[in-house]
């Protein structure tokens, strides 16, 4: 069992940055790839941005690429989502996933653990 708890979201201005964390429990993190989705108000959840489990291998939805970097810390058991000139339109309930069923880091199905979200909000 993995258990994932986000932080660091909030009510931001357009144009601001802000580092989201997800701490995760377990002696098996450093073995995981993790992923960050969003889910806006009546949409359905997306992929925002993996990582693979040494940190070697990156991936990016089109609409962060260049703008939000994800990285981790295995020897903290924490993934970052670092979110750089932000925009309204990147306001939504940001999650944290942990552990493929399968190999495909951009699918939400493929994740085993969830944690609970954080709230970003972005204000124009």
């Known amino acids: 069992q993995v258990q994932l708890v986000e932080s660091g979201g909030g009510l931001v201005q357009a144009g601001v940055s802000l580092r989201l964390s997800c701490a995760a429990s377990g002696r098996t993190f450093s073995t995981k790839t993790m992923g960050w989705f969003r889910q806006a108000p009546g949409k359905e959840r997306e992929f925002v941005a993996a990582i693979t489990s040494s940190g070697r291998n990156t991936y990016y939805a089109d609409s962060v690429e260049g703008r939000f970097t994800i990285a981790r810390d295995n020897a903290k058991n924490t993934v970052y989502l670092q979110m750089n000139s932000l925009k309204p339109e990147d306001t939504a309930v940001y999650y944290c996933?942990?552990?493929?069923?399968?190999?495909?880091?951009?699918?939400?199905?493929?994740?085993?653990?969830w944690g609970q979200g954080t709230q970003v909000t972005v204000s124009s």
């Open positions: 996933a942990a552990d493929l069923k399968f190999y495909s880091p951009r699918d939400r199905t493929a994740y085993n653990y």
